[in-house]
């Protein structure tokens, strides 16, 4: 995210409605289920339950309030299947599976560095 100065143009508008938009998406999906949910779904379509079993540990609650979150930002999508009983499946959309990139990316970096942040904590636990 970055801070410009603003000087009262017209764009300055769009500018303040881009940033409180990125920072509430990044509040949203910024969180340990969410990212677990988008890793699990990659490039696959898959059920709740399916779905559940993947994120481990999740509880029925917090899967249905991140799918709701993660599908209300456009970034995955609910399939409804009118068999009885209804067959839901779930899927990352264009933006989700790019977002997953990116997580990818984060993931790789903590790889990296791992032993340097551990070495760190451990210094800044013991001083």
Not at 17 to 32: Q, T, Y
Not at 47 to 56: C, H, P, Q, S
Not at 72 to 85: E, H, K
Request: proline share 3%; aromatic share 6%; with cysteine.
């Amino acid at each position: 995210m970055v801070t410009k100065q603003l000087n009262g143009g017209s764009g300055d508008a769009d500018l303040r409605r881009a940033d409180s938009l990125a920072r509430e998406i990044f509040s949203d999906v910024a969180n340990k289920w969410a990212l677990l949910i988008i890793e699990a779904l990659g490039e696959r379509t898959l059920r709740f339950t399916e779905l559940r079993n993947e994120v481990e540990g999740i509880s029925h609650k917090m899967l249905t309030q991140n799918l709701r979150m993660l599908e209300r930002n456009g970034l995955v999508v609910r399939d409804v299947y009118p068999t009885v009983p209804p067959r839901v499946e779930y899927s990352l959309t264009e933006p989700g599976r790019d977002l997953r990139k990116t997580v990818d990316v984060m993931c790789d970096w903590t790889h990296r560095y791992l032993r340097h942040i551990e070495a760190s904590r451990h210094r800044f636990a013991d001083a």
